[in-house]
Every structure is written in structure tokens, then in C-alpha cells.
């Protein structure tokens, strides 16, 4: 069983509309929640971290966290073809400091 | 932000050749970095921890004395994948913690591409 679990997509929404990327993860015991983007050919960057349940919102970013039912997911906002790329759903679980990736969910935004 | 640099950026070279890659933090302390491999259309696969001053911790499957790692200062780890073979082609990437026990995010290089001819 995988440790964190992505939809491989790809995912393909309008310019304008509302992206939604979801993952969940196996182990209870994780505390930090990273989403990363990753164009091709190139090297993730953070997006959003999250580390307590709820909401965390960053422009048109929004991450959300449901420890109890072991998800995390990414909202983006007014979707803009600049936004197609790989995401990255990663965890860090408590006294690890590797992180566990999905295999990530391509996003394709369409003019 | 924290910024990770890595070099080279890109590297092609014979079969048997050894290929020394660095990965430095430019301006924090790492205490701990990361190594990653990642094929084609595949998500990252962590090949290695190495941490400042002690063995690299690798992964199941990596071979320890193919891909050889130092981490002898808390700015600068390298790796060295020796005798590459084509098979070893790929893109490699390194990331970074500042805080061993902290909770924030690792930081990325920019990755190296591989070739082997």
C-alpha cells in the first residue's frame, strides 16, 4: 500500500474555473503537509504548507488538512494556464525528516 | 527564502566516466539534505539522506558505493555516482533542511540531468 496517494490525472479544467487536487496519506503519526509544483523538466517548489486541521489560504491558493480522515487536499483559484503542472502531495511524519511523495497529479488548464 | 543551488545543471558524458555532483545552501545552515532520482513521467524517489558530519542513510535499493555521498560541511553535500552506465541517466535533484527536528519544508535545487552516452 502507498504511504501517500495522488489521482495521476491528468486533471483538466478551464482558464477561470476552480482547480481541486486531492491526496491521502497512511500514517497517522504525520504532522507536516507540503503540496509542491513541478513544471517539466524542472525541480519542485513549494506551494503551500500546512501542518494543523482546517483551512490555510495564500493568494489563490488554498490548502485544507483532515487528520482524522487522513487527507490533504489543494484548492486553486481562478486557474491560469501558467498553473499546468505536475502537483506534489508530500508528508513528514513526527521525528522523520524525509519526506513521503505521492506520485503527483498533472494539472492541464486550458485557455 | 531559502535557496538551494546545485551544479551542474546538466552533465552528459561517456559510460564508465564518474560524475560529481554539489548541492550547497546559500544561506542557511543544512543540516540535513536530501538526494533524489526522478526518470521520465515518474515522481521523485529518495535515494539518500546525508547528514552533516555522519553517513549518508540511503534508501533500499540504492547502491551505497555506486552512488557516493559526502556531506562534510552544514552548506555543502555532494554526490558522486560512479563508473555511470546509461541506465544511471536521470534527473537528480537535492533538497535541504535547515532544523534537523524542524517541521518546515525542504527546499529544492534546481536538478541535475544526467546523460550517459
Known amino acids: 500500500q502507498k504511504e501517500v496517494e495522488q489521482n495521476s490525472g491528468p486533471l483538466s479544467v478551464p482558464e477561470g474555473a476552480i482547480a481541486s487536487l486531492n491526496c491521502t496519506y497512511s500514517d497517522r503519526g504525520s504532522q507536516s503537509f507540503f503540496w509542491y509544483r513541478q513544471y517539466s523538466g524542472k525541480s519542485p517548489e513549494l506551494i503551500m504548507s500546512?501542518?494543523?486541521?482546517g483551512d490555510k489560504e495564500d493568494g489563490r491558493f488554498t490548502a485544507q488538512l483532515n487528520k482524522a480522515s487522513q487527507y490533504v487536499s489543494l484548492l486553486i483559484r481562478d486557474s491560469q494556464p501558467s498553473d499546468s503542472a505536475t502537483y506534489l502531495c508530500?508528508?513528514?511524519?513526527?521525528?522523520?525528516?524525509?519526506?513521503?511523495f505521492g506520485t503527483g497529479t498533472r494539472l492541464l488548464v486550458s485557455p | 527564502g531559502a535557496v538551494v543551488s546545485q551544479h551542474p545543471s546538466r552533465v552528459i558524458c561517456k559510460s564508465g566516466t564518474s560524475v560529481k555532483i554539489e548541492c550547497r545552501s546559500l544561506?542557511?545552515?543544512?543540516?540535513?539534505m536530501f538526494w533524489y532520482r526522478q526518470f521520465p513521467k515518474q515522481s521523485l524517489m529518495l535515494m539518500a539522506t546525508s547528514n552533516e558530519g555522519s553517513k549518508a542513510t540511503y534508501e533500499q535499493g540504492v547502491e551505497k558505493d555506486k552512488f557516493l555521498i559526502n556531506h562534510a560541511s552544514l552548506t555543502l553535500s555532494t554526490l558522486t555516482v560512479t563508473s555511470a552506465h546509461p541506465e544511471d541517466s536521470s534527473f537528480y535533484i537535492c533538497?535541504?533542511?535547515?532544523?534537523?527536528?524542524?517541521?518546515?519544508?525542504?527546499?529544492f535545487g534546481d536538478g541535475t540531468r544526467l546523460s550517459i552516452l
Open positions: 508530500a508528508v513528514r511524519s513526527t521525528g522523520f525528516q524525509k519526506l513521503v
Open positions: 533538497s535541504a533542511n535547515w532544523d534537523r527536528d524542524s517541521n518546515q519544508p525542504q527546499h
Open positions: 500546512i501542518y494543523s486541521n
Open positions: 544561506d542557511f545552515q543544512a543540516t540535513t
